[in-house]
């Protein structure tokens, strides 16, 4: 059974499309993630829900809207596509506070506009 | 703020050397320090983690020794191997943060 997982693991558009990113959780965990890495492998933070509820908003385009419709599920729509939005997104999740430090991750969706 | 900062890669090795990736930090109060590790192709993994100075993590023969008298988290291995090949990832949480906070990643290739 895999822990977080991520749909679709490539996502291939063109500039202008709106497309949305898949995530669900099967740990029971309370906190979900939204994780940008570029093509130099740094990882930023972009959204994080605990319990349904935003607690994170990193300074992201208000073209990036997460959706959490229940605890175990974490969605992400992307509008009006950008080339600079290439990147692979990854989904996470922890239990509780992140002072654990424990994050699951999915295996990323590679996102490539063109 | 938090920031974490870590070694340039890549870096590549032949099997069986050591291994040092250094990682430095700067934190608000006493920070949680770890280690992270992506494998191609996948999400990353939780390799090891420390939470008070002097603290040693360690797992899968990977150390790292919490130092709190000079900001450093620094991740040894005393023999490598071609399976070891990945990008790792020094973090840190500390205080109120609801989030972690990662380097920039290094990139260790392991030739056999």
């Known amino acids: 059974d895999t822990a977080v997982s991520q749909t679709p693991k490539y996502l291939v558009t063109q500039m202008g499309n709106d497309k949305s990113i898949k995530c669900e959780q099967n740990l029971g965990h309370d906190t979900m993630y939204w994780y940008k890495q570029d093509s130099k492998k740094f990882l930023k933070i972009m959204f994080s829900y605990n319990n349904k509820e935003l607690i994170i908003n990193e300074t992201v385009p208000n073209r990036f809207s997460p959706k959490s419709p229940d605890k175990a599920h974490l969605n992400l729509h992307i509008n009006s596509l950008e080339l600079g939005d290439s990147a692979v997104y990854f989904c996470?999740?922890?239990?509780?506070?992140?002072?654990?430090?424990?994050?699951?991750f999915g295996s990323g969706t590679q996102l490539s506009v063109l | 703020g938090n920031s974490v900062t870590q070694m340039e890669g890549p870096v590549t090795l032949s099997e069986e050397a050591f291994l040092t990736i250094n990682c430095t930090y700067t934190a608000t109060g006493y920070p949680s320090l770890f280690w992270y590790v992506q494998y191609p192709g996948e999400g990353l993994q939780l390799l090891l983690k420390a939470t008070k100075a002097d603290d040693k993590g360690s797992n899968k023969g990977f150390e790292a020794t919490y130092r709190k008298e000079t900001t450093s988290f620094h991740l040894e291995k005393g023999s490598v191997q071609v399976s070891d090949s990945a990008v790792y990832f020094c973090a840190l949480t500390s205080g109120s943060a609801r989030q972690l906070t990662f380097g920039s990643g290094t990139q260790l290739t392991v030739l056999p």
């Open positions: 996470a999740s922890s239990q509780n506070s992140v002072t654990e430090g424990k994050l699951f």
